[in-house]
């Protein structure tokens, strides 16, 4: 067994912090920039985590999952029919905003109307590496 | 009191009347020429002195804006109701005309949305009982 990470030790002189006492190297997300820490980092993880920490928002994914090609008024039916979700359609189109800047979804037009799509890469490229070492371990 | 009509907003009268009678199956009750438009309405065939729905011209700016808003978002103009609405999307789609939402179960009715090829997007409803 041995350490897996020992930020005393790998930080650059003048990078070391103290917090609460404790002599630390660096910030973690500084660290995580700099790929220290091992990780396969993507700086769009934060996005999707950030993304995907709103209960509507879960399900707006999790109905898009199941229909691809849904309009704002189809999806603003199914969240009240399902989960008695009654946003506005603007609070929905922000929810919808967020994921799609978080490349959780993507958007098209069908003629003159836009819907809107589960759009899985994001997870296979950003959010899988990331998770990947914690499940299945990459200690030597 | 009583209503009389129901306007939808369409970019062009004689396609409208041609989708309305040949694809939805309306009956045409008033046509009157009024210089460059007409008056014309259309009534359901199982109730031919049930509400008028008015086809009229979106010339004015403004209800090209409100029909352009409303399609970008998939809301629905107006709504029809039918007895069987597997059986009415499964026909209409057989004449080639294009849905942007399925039969979708949604309070005590099944609904889906249909462009009217026009500038409207129409909702189907079957009540549930």
């Known amino acids: ?140 | 009191m009583k209503m009389y009509a129901k306007g939808v907003a369409v970019d062009d009268q004689s396609k409208a009347l041609e989708f309305y009678t040949s694809k939805l199956g309306f009956i045409v009750k008033h046509d009157i020429p009024l210089g460059e438009y007409r008056w014309l309405t259309v009534v359901s065939p199982e109730e031919p002195d049930g509400v008028e729905l008015l086809l009229e011209p979106n010339a004015h700016p403004a209800s090209q804006a409100y029909q352009k808003a409303l399609m970008a978002d998939g809301i629905p103009c107006t709504a029809f109701s039918v007895e069987n609405i597997e059986s009415e999307v499964a026909h209409l789609q057989s004449l080639g005309v294009s849905f942007t939402q399925p039969p979708v179960k949604a309070g005590g009715a099944m609904m889906a949305v249909f462009d009217d090829t026009c500038g409207n997007l129409v909702q189907l409803v079957q009540l549930l009982e």
Request: proline share 4%; net charge positive.
């Open chain 1, 1 to 140: 067994m041995k350490l897996y990470l020992s930020p005393t030790k790998y930080a650059p002189s003048g990078t070391a912090r103290v917090i609460h006492g404790t002599r630390v190297a660096l910030h973690a997300t500084e660290m995580l920039h700099k790929g220290w820490m091992g990780i396969p980092f993507d700086p769009k993880l934060s996005r999707v985590f950030r993304a995907l920490g709103d209960e509507t928002r879960l399900l707006i994914l999790d109905e898009l999952r199941k229909r691809n090609d849904q309009t704002l008024f189809e999806l603003c039916g199914r969240l009240f029919e399902e989960y008695a979700i009654s946003l506005s359609r603007q609070g929905i189109t922000r929810h919808l905003n967020t994921l799609e800047r978080a490349g959780l979804i993507s958007t098209t037009w069908k003629g003159r109307t836009k819907v809107h799509s589960f759009s899985a890469d994001v997870l296979t490229t950003t959010l899988h590496p990331w998770l990947k070492p914690f499940y299945e371990g990459d200690r030597a």
